[in-house]
C-alpha cells in the first residue's frame, strides 16, 4: 500500500469537490483512477483521461511509489 496525492482538474475537480486529495492505494494507476471514479461519481471514462505522474505522462499500467504526486486531465476546449 502506498500514499499518493491525486490533482484533480477542470470537470473532475468539480466532481470531487476539491483540487486534490492524498490517498493509500495498492495497484496501477487505472484502478485508483476507477476507484476514485466510483467515489466521486466522476462521468469521463477511463478512456478520455490521460494520468500524469511526477509531472510527466504515464501509462495506465504504471504502478505509483509512496508520495507519488498522480494527475488525471480531462480533455479540455479553450477559445
Known sequence: M????VLYFASLR???GC???AIDH???LAALYLRLQAQ???ALPIERVRVA???AFA?????PRD???VAFIPPVSGG
Open 2 to 5: 502506498v500514499r499518493v496525492t
Open 14 to 16: 468539480d466532481a470531487a
Open 19 to 21: 483540487d486534490s486529495q
Open 26 to 28: 495498492e495497484g496501477d
Open 40 to 42: 466521486h461519481g466522476f
Open 53 to 55: 505522474m511526477a509531472g
Open 59 to 63: 501509462d495506465w499500467r504504471d504502478r
Open 67 to 69: 508520495g507519488a504526486e
